[in-house]
């Protein structure tokens, strides 16, 4: 079942170890199929360097397992909702990498201090409230992806224009059309949040909205000129 989904899903996440996003088993990538509506993630726990396609674990979006011997992600249920909430995306990715970990740690939203973020998201990357102690003892997985939605949807956010988020005191949660775009992206908020650490520490100032808008939309949108057609 799925066959060509699990060998994207199964490269997508062996991408965030090329892009040196995760240490032993810190991360996972899923994709979904919309036309069914089911969901391939990567198992729980289980070393990159081991993993095999066929590994991959099939979900529904009730949180039903339809095929695999091993278990899902445990961040599963968190995927699940990003995907029941947000309808557009079709990937999502998840790391434990150090400078998007730092800002989730401290509760900073991640600032766009120049063009380098203004091309990958409009705005800052926000970080979500913390969780309450009945949400983290109840079903925290699944609160997670509440708390995101909810970060989203109150904050007046884009979850189109800003693929990714941070997850206060836990880490960043990134998406995209596919698993492969959600990765990538996940290497992209690493490297702006490395950026955006550095520019705080010589207490440089956020970037303009005219700097801002010009260099997201000349990439993002009907009016995108940047690249090949």
């Known amino acids: 079942m799925l066959e060509n989904l699990k060998q994207k899903v199964y490269e997508a996440n062996l991408k965030l170890v090329e892009y040196k996003l995760v240490l032993f088993t810190w991360g996972n990538v899923s994709e979904i199929d ?3 509506g089911l969901v391939v993630i990567k198992p729980s726990g289980v070393d990159y360097d081991k993993m095999r396609p066929e590994d991959m674990v099939v979900m529904n979006l009730n949180g039903e397992k ?3 011997e091993l278990n899902p992600s445990s961040d599963t249920p968190t995927h699940l909702e990003l995907y029941r909430r947000f309808p557009d995306i079709g990937g999502v990715a998840h790391t434990h990498s150090t400078f998007a970990v730092s800002f989730a740690q401290a509760a ?3 600032p766009c201090y120049g063009t380098t973020h203004a091309d990958f998201a409009y ?4 970080c979500t409230r913390d969780l309450t ?3 983290i003892e109840g079903e925290y997985e699944l609160n997670t992806g509440k708390v995101i939605a909810e970060c989203f949807e109150k904050g007046g956010i884009d979850y189109n ?4 988020v941070l997850v206060h005191s836990h880490g960043p949660f990134t998406w995209g059309k596919n698993g492969l775009e959600a990765a990538k992206n996940s290497a992209i908020l690493e490297e702006v949040s490395k950026m955006a650490y550095l520019s705080k520490m010589m207490q440089a100032q956020p970037a ?3 700097i801002r808008k010009k260099h997201y ?3 993002h949108g009907a009016g995108a000129y940047y690249g090949q057609k």
């Open 123 to 126: 705005g800052s990357v926000p």
């Open 34 to 36: 919309r036309e069914s």
């Open 108 to 110: 900073i939203d991640v």
């Open 217 to 219: 939309f000349r990439k």
């Open 66 to 68: 339809v095929e695999g």
């Open 161 to 164: 224009a800003v693929p990714a």
């Open 208 to 210: 303009s909205e005219d």
């Open 133 to 135: 102690k009945a949400e």
